[in-house]
């Protein structure tokens, strides 16, 4: 494909008009702060640059992963041999009275911000999920019963042809913690949301209570982790129950894994308590997995986003 590694940077250079770095370490790129390093690293900051990078690396067949801000992904302790391409495009335009359009990788702080900013209602649960746009339609985040799926009207793509797209809402086949783009490989652009009218006060009391009830169950800000771990499952019976709630009566709080262990204050959190691998941290999942099917019949399922290092 690329006879040196030298091949691969100059001519990723000529295609895209800025370089590529090499060998970069993924643990500064992860919330979880764990992850070796990358063959290939590029910050996209313009959709041209970005687009450019997909198309270049789809051209040459060669292996790329597009991230965000890191905050749902647990990279491998051996890195990646291919290109991560973080998505740093920020944007964002209030283009009818409730409607705001948005670039896939503006924080969704910056989005919550402008919003109460611009009186445009509705999105207050968002308030303190860390991340971008793109990594939130990607996993259709949401908190207290609201997703961002249900604020999407429309969006842009990369499609995996390498074109530029138009879709509605419904391409997206939102569920929970679910989108189309968990299978195929399209690269979100931008998205429209749908607010609604509400007076600034209110939307500061949303965004305040947000943070306030974050605040008593999520670990303290800057703790290495990557939210909930695992999704919260439906029971047989088809009543859907909090992970957390199984894991506590597992006594998942008592475990560890090297320097990976269980929150004290909340069973769904892992954290890495200084110096985790990927390997502690996926081994301590396990081991939470295996004690949940053993005592209660259901199979967890990962929220956090696992990258092997061969793709
Ligand atoms: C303390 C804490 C609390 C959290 N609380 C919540 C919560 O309440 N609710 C919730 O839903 N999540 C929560 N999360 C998880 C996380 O914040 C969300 O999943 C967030 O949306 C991840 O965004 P990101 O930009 O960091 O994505 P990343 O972690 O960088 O990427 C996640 C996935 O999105 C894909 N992706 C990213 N950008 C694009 C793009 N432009 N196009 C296509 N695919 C893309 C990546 O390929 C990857 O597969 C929490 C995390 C932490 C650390």
Redesign the pocket.
């Known amino acids: 494909m690329f006879a040196k590694k030298t091949d691969f940077v100059s001519r990723f250079s000529d295609a895209v008009g800025r370089p590529c770095r090499e060998g970069v370490f993924l643990k500064n790129y992860s919330?979880f702060k764990v992850g070796g390093s990358a063959d290939y690293f590029f910050d996209a900051r313009t959709e041209k640059k970005l687009v450019s990078a997909v198309q270049f690396v789809k051209t040459s067949a060669f292996p790329y992963?597009?991230?965000?801000?890191?905050?749902?992904?647990l990279f491998s302790d051996e890195g990646f041999r291919g290109l991560i391409i973080r998505?740093s495009i920020k944007g964002l335009k209030k283009i009818e009275k409730k409607v705001i359009k948005v670039k896939?990788?503006t924080p969704?702080q910056e989005l919550v911000d402008f919003c109460l900013h611009k009186g445009v209602g509705g999105l207050e649960f968002l308030a303190g999920?860390?991340?971008?746009v793109?990594?939130?339609v990607?996993?259709n985040?949401?908190?207290f019963g609201c997703d961002i799926g249900s604020l999407l009207m429309n969006a842009r793509i990369l499609t995996e042809s390498g074109k530029t797209l138009q879709v509605e809402k419904n391409y997206f086949g939102f569920g929970y913690?679910w989108s189309r783009?968990k299978i195929n490989k399209?690269?979100?652009l931008d998205v429209r949301l749908q607010g609604k009218a509400k007076a600034q006060a209110e939307i500061k009391k949303g965004i305040n209570e947000s943070l306030q009830t974050r605040k008593k169950k999520?670990?303290p800000y800057g703790?290495a982790?990557?939210?909930?771990y695992f999704k919260n499952p439906v029971l047989p019976s088809g009543e859907k129950v909090a992970a957390a709630a199984l894991l506590d009566q597992v006594d998942a709080k008592e475990k560890k894994t090297g320097a990976a262990a269980v929150y004290s204050g909340h069973a769904n959190f892992i954290i890495n308590q200084g110096n985790a691998t990927s390997q502690d941290i996926r081994l301590l999942a396990g081991e939470l997995k295996q004690k949940v099917y053993k005592k209660f019949g259901v199979k967890l399922e990962e929220e956090v986003?696992f990258l092997p290092a061969e793709p």
């Open positions: 919330n992963y597009i991230i965000g801000g890191g905050f749902n992904i998505n896939s990788g969704l999920i860390p991340g971008t793109g990594g939130a990607y996993g985040a949401g908190a913690r783009l399209d690269v979100l999520h670990p703790t982790c990557a939210g909930s986003i």
